[in-house]
């Protein structure tokens, strides 16, 4: 199996929500990643987790919270958002290592910040 | 440093031919380089993946050839199909510390 899986697929939330983003994988892998994507633009790294540990941030604003409660799931909570983060966001997995490990995505969560 | 260039930005193809996009990178503590497909809706999913102790690798009709010297690694879509249309990332990796997307690729095949 070699699915990531994500919830929701489509998210429409207000300035003053608070939402989760939700991320699992079953693969046993040990590193989780959180990525935005723009429309016709690459994926850009916000988080990387290695077991279960925040590993990287990429300068990420504090209205993004990431937590992962254990090595099979990733939440991405979000509050205050900006209409500017309406995006694709992505997670991804993969085993931790000296590099070169295959990273798998997920379908995506749609988010649409009004 | 950390940039990956990729070009072409837009690719139009005929349907058995071949399509081909060059990436090129400046980091040289970068050592795993992955090509990611996207179609529309979709996560990336990865393509074929190349280290730079190989200077080609090739994969049913996909190929990666790499020029550490030169440091550009390119893709090759042989025999190029209608169902290979979507957007194409080349990617580099340093250690699994950074992982650096190139800008994209939006390939379209025509029947």
């Known amino acids: 199996d070699t699915e990531v899986t994500q919830t929701p697929k489509h998210l429409v939330m207000g300035m003053t929500n608070k939402k989760s983003l939700k991320c699992e994988q079953h693969m046993g892998h040990r590193a989780m990643y959180w990525y935005k994507q723009k429309a016709k633009k690459p994926p850009e790294l916000m988080f990387v987790y290695s077991y279960e540990k925040l590993s990287i941030n990429e300068s990420v604003p504090s209205r993004f919270s990431p937590e992962c409660p254990n090595s099979s799931l990733l939440n991405l909570h979000l509050h205050a958002l900006q209409p500017e983060d309406s995006a694709l966001y992505l997670c991804a997995s993969s085993q931790v290592g000296q590099g070169g490990e295959t990273q798998y995505f997920g379908p995506g969560t749609r988010l649409l910040v009004l | 440093q950390q940039q990956v260039k990729q070009s072409p930005q837009s690719l139009i193809v005929q349907k058995g031919g071949i399509s081909i996009i060059n990436c090129a990178y400046e980091?040289?503590?970068?050592?795993?380089f992955p090509w990611y497909q996207q179609f529309p809706g979709k996560g990336p999913a990865l393509l074929i993946a190349?280290?730079?102790?190989?200077s080609e690798k090739k994969e049913g009709r996909f190929t990666i050839s790499f020029n550490k010297s030169a440091k550009q690694f390119s893709l090759h879509i042989m025999d190029s199909q209608p169902g290979d249309s979507a957007t194409y990332f080349c990617a580099a990796s340093d250690r699994g510390q950074n992982f650096v997307f190139g800008p994209g690729t939006r390939l379209s095949v025509l029947p």
């Open positions: 980091n040289t503590a970068f050592d795993y």
């Open positions: 190349i280290r730079p102790d190989v």
